[in-house]
């Protein structure tokens, strides 16, 4: 062995993607344990029913929206895009991670996403389920939604295919349904696990329904690989088409602020940025409660901290490119428009997404930040609060201000908003405890052939 291969193995050892010691026992054992063998404990009984109280919550905001209409809430004119189309492109936004981690890690053999890669894409699933429901509810009438949907019918009605609000249903949808197919199939061989471990008859029927009757032969595994990698091709491109169909919502619009070709990949690594913050807000307490410490070791942290620190440069630079554009265009409504950002009503809000996003995350730069997890779940808040404030402050001030003085007016959210937005955060929390309890939430088959691989390796060097 020569002295690169040394000094490669020595930093693998000294930063592993898993910590040594686990075996292909050990690693099932753990992680099937947690759905088979332990039972709830009181802290996933008390988040479940808070996650679930807010879900009842949710329903009965869509029951009286049914009822009353979208004035409940509190969109007026100028500004008919409120909190649902804020709410609606930041969900879509955190569901990207996922993606990435899950689809296109796996095309570029990127070992590190294996431990963190089936709840990055349940987050995926559940956030975009989130998302769909805003523009519905923003209909007004939700039970007219097919009229978006290219179907025949008598009266010869089609929809506006040069509308971007019409490639947002092909785009959410397509990217939904790549990502539900990709998450299955990948738990299928885990699911069989679960099937031969599980102690009682109603769980080994479930189990072995889902699991489609995996046996582990080397057509199955064929068969299995090959989905992947068919379905990973398909979700890729997916990273970066459906924020980019929704950026387009704005940037074919002649609103001031909205009218900007730089929202496309600007939107994109926002997309991004946000995601892997949520992915750890999540992987954070889900890695101290259940004691995942050596399958989420702190290398994924801190790589998912550069990956962020990464995107947060490139949306760094947007902010500075897209003002730049507006003085430097000589049009005085871009101009006005970015003036009322910095020093109008708005203001504020402006100035701390500008401090959430590019200010705070800059302590990325120090790897004792990226290694101490109390100040990197706190930045990964911080970054959700700051993209969530971007996308208000691209939608409602950019309204707020139109070309007509005589229609100026101020958005204010009404607690129903509020009680909407809050509701969503009970759909996906609810769905995301029952994902934790009743599935694997790190893939037994991955983390086992990453095991494999690490100890024939060390067999090798040795």
Not at 155 to 181: C, E, G, I, K
Not at 192 to 221: C, I, N
Request: net charge positive.
């Amino acid at each position: 062995m020569n002295s690169e291969d040394s000094q490669k193995t020595a930093v693998v050892e000294a930063d592993p993607i898993i910590q040594p010691g686990l075996t292909l026992g050990s690693v099932t054992d753990k992680i099937s344990s947690i759905v088979l063998t332990k039972p709830a404990t009181p802290g996933w009984v008390f988040g479940f029913l808070v996650a679930f109280g807010l879900l009842m919550l949710l329903n009965l905001v869509i029951t009286l929206l049914a009822i009353w209409g979208v004035g409940i809430w509190g969109i007026n004119i100028p500004i008919g895009w409120g909190f649902a189309i804020v709410n609606f492109v930041w969900w879509i936004g955190i569901g990207h991670a996922g993606t990435l981690i899950s689809a296109f890690l796996l095309l570029l053999h990127q070992k590190w996403r294996t431990s963190i890669n089936r709840f990055a894409e349940a987050m995926t699933i559940f956030a975009v389920m989130c998302a769909g429901m805003f523009p519905l509810l923003h209909m007004g009438r939700p039970w007219l939604f097919y009229y978006l949907m290219p179907y025949p019918n008598p009266m010869w009605l089609w929809p506006q295919f040069r509308s971007p609000l019409v490639w947002d249903v092909f785009a959410v949808s397509t990217y939904f349904t790549v990502s539900l197919l990709f998450w299955y199939v990948g738990l299928i061989p885990d699911l069989a696990t679960l099937r031969d471990r599980a102690k009682t008859t109603a769980k080994k029927v479930v189990y072995g329904f889902l699991s489609l009757g995996w046996r582990g032969s080397a057509v199955h595994w064929s068969r299995y690989e090959f989905a992947s990698i068919l379905l990973a091709g398909l979700a890729t491109p997916l990273v970066v088409s459906v924020h980019t169909v929704v950026s387009f919502d704005f940037t074919i619009a002649l609103v001031p602020g909205w009218h900007s070709t730089i929202f496309p990949p600007y939107f994109v690594a926002g997309a991004i940025y946000s995601g892997f913050a949520m992915v750890l807000t999540l992987a954070i307490p889900l890695r101290k409660y259940y004691h995942l410490e050596d399958l989420v070791t702190m290398r994924h942290l801190d790589i998912m901290a550069k990956v962020m620190l990464a995107t947060g440069v490139i949306v760094a630079y947007s902010y500075v490119a897209e003002t730049f554009m507006a003085f430097y265009s000589a049009n005085i409504f871009e101009r006005y428009q970015f003036m009322d950002r910095m020093t109008g009503k708005y203001a504020p809000l402006y100035w701390l997404l500008v401090a959430c996003n590019l200010v705070i995350p800059q302590a990325l730069w120090s790897r004792r930040v990226r290694r101490n997890v109390v100040l990197l779940f706190i930045i990964s808040l911080i970054i959700n609060i700051g993209m969530w404030l971007e996308r208000f402050v691209i939608v409602v001030v950019s309204l707020h201000r139109d070309f007509t003085p005589s229609i100026w007016s101020m958005y204010y959210p009404t607690h129903w908003d509020w009680a909407t937005f809050a509701g969503t955060f009970g759909l996906f929390f609810t769905l995301f405890y029952l994902f934790i309890r009743f599935l694997p939430m790190i893939s037994i088959v991955e983390v086992r052939s990453l095991v494999h691989q690490t100890s024939a390796d060390k067999t090798m060097h040795s």
